[in-house]
């Protein structure tokens, strides 16, 4: 299992990015789908997840700004970044966890100028 992780960009304060995260081969009894994020000099904190039933969750620092969503063929991902604040400069990493293992992406850079 691969996955691909694409829409990184550079993006002024207040500006909106789309994360796109392909999945390639099989993912069975996926458990969570969930985006992290990493700065320069700090640790790798986790931003979004699609529980395994559907439910959503963020972080406090982006509620209300950001949204995970599934694509409808089950091997895609999202993240729409709207309000983007120069905090949210890092790379974007998206991981599947299922009942046996996990997945990461590559990881995407996000850079938000003020």
């Known amino acids: 299992v691969q996955l691909q992780a694409s829409g990184g960009g550079l993006v002024q304060a207040g500006g909106s990015l789309r994360l796109s995260c392909v999945f390639s081969g099989s993912v069975f009894s996926i458990k969570s789908m969930n985006w992290y994020r990493q700065a320069p000099g700090k640790q790798r904190d986790l931003v979004a997840t699609i529980t395994g039933f559907g439910g959503k969750i963020y972080a406090d620092s982006v509620k209300g700004r950001f949204t995970i969503s599934r694509g409808s063929g089950d091997n895609t991902m999202y993240l729409q970044m709207n309000s983007l604040k120069p905090e949210d400069t890092a790379v974007y990493y998206c991981?599947?966890?299922?009942?046996?293992?996990?997945?990461w992406g590559q990881g995407t850079l996000v850079t938000v100028s003020s």
């Open positions: 991981n599947v966890v299922t009942v046996v293992s996990q997945y």
